[in-house]
């Protein structure tokens, strides 16, 4: 019998893309999709047509209890932290058919390592500390409790035994073009990259010292793609629960670099005239996007080893250097901009 798997977030960036790679991979798998309207259902059912579509939203609990009943993993790529929704999902997929555990796979952020600069209130400083999810996994499953995403993990986490095991992924930065029938494009990075454009010229904030992982978003589905294959196997080689964190992550660089490469790109390009890169301070950070400050100013260091380990996993994508000339072309077509832009406003 074909495994069943009902995904959230279909039509976001991530699950977009965490889709595609499922597809590909398993066309025989059973996959459903919770969309919130016939304009999202149609989008997916256009690249998808054996996908069943299930429609309402992450606040529609009773709906999601009944969905996660009918299938054998449940991979939740939505809102990490909408914990009603994951009160359901984990409630349904616990009470499937008896004899065979079910599996809820979450989508979860590095930001959960990023609490001593938010209680501090420094950002773009740098961090000596480097977790991992291997021989310090300790470390972060007992993060202080106010940390981002600490709560709804330890629903997850607490909620494993031995008709539910639990899984949870945990992206860094993430780039490259997605693959997903509605959303392809990632946020940090190309928001970095709109910014530059629009204020003509490159920022960092603070002292741009701080430092996060990346990953590809291919590389990202890649990984999900292997833990739902070992669920499909009951569990396989991999761990659950507790030990059920999965980080991902090629590399690392420092803000401030990579504020550097975007601003270098878009001088190339013709798009601002300097290559010159300012600081910035938290406020300007955040009145430029959402939690600018701790997307672009904090520290989330740590080592991806547990999905290495275990499940073979290894990114096999370019780096984010090679990418960021992309995404800053890509901005400046959607803000209307064409090369020599720089030339033309200085007059």
């Keep these: 019998m074909a495994p069943k ?6 039509t976001g960036y991530i699950g977009g893309d965490a889709l595609y790679t499922l597809a590909q991979a398993h066309p025989d798998y059973e996959i459903a999709c919770l969309v919130r309207s016939s304009d999202k259902g149609a989008q997916v059912a256009s690249q ?4 069943r579509l299930v429609y309402g939203d992450l606040d529609d609990t009773e709906l999601l209890e009944q969905e996660a009943t009918k299938v054998d993993i449940v991979m939740n790529c939505a809102n990490s932290d909408h914990e009603a929704a994951i009160k359901a999902l984990l409630k349904g997929t616990r009470a499937r ?4 555990p079910g599996f809820y796979i979450h989508t979860s952020g590095s930001t959960l390592l990023s609490s001593p600069d938010l209680d501090r209130e420094t950002f773009g400083e740098a961090s000596t500390k480097i977790y991992d999810d291997w021989e310090g996994i300790g470390e972060i499953t007992s993060v ?10 330890k629903i997850i986490i607490d909620a494993d035994g031995p008709d539910l095991k639990t899984a949870i992924v945990v992206p860094p930065i993430i780039y490259g073009q997605g693959r997903g029938p509605n959303n392809q494009r990632s946020h940090q990075v190309p928001d970095m990259a709109r910014c530059t454009l629009e204020r003509k010229g490159g920022f960092q904030v603070g002292a741009g010292k701080n430092s996060m992982p990346t990953v590809h978003v291919y590389d990202l589905s890649d990984c999900y793609l292997k833990v739902v294959e070992t ?13 059920g964190y999965y980080f991902t992550e090629n590399e690392e660089h420092t803000w401030g670099h990579i504020a550097k490469a975007v601003t270098t790109a878009a001088h190339k390009q013709g798009l601002i005239a300097s290559d010159e890169v300012v600081t910035i301070a938290e406020k300007v950070a955040n009145e430029m996007i959402p939690r600018g400050a701790v997307l672009w100013g904090a520290n989330t260091r740590y080592r ?16 984010l250097d090679h990418y960021i ?22 007059g």
């Design 5 to 10: 798997i009902l995904l959230f977030g279909a």
């Design 48 to 51: 998808y047509s054996r996908v």
């Design 97 to 100: 058919e008896a004899g065979r």
């Design 144 to 153: 202080p409790e106010h940390s981002p995403h600490r709560s709804a993990d």
């Design 231 to 243: 669920a499909v196997q009951g569990g396989g080689k991999a761990t659950w629960g507790k030990e």
């Design 304 to 319: 991806a080893l547990r999905a290495r380990k275990l499940l073979d996993w290894s990114p096999k994508e370019k780096s």
């Design 325 to 346: 000339p992309e995404a800053v072309s890509i901005e400046a077509k959607n803000l209307g901009l064409a090369p020599g832009h720089a030339a033309k406003v200085a």
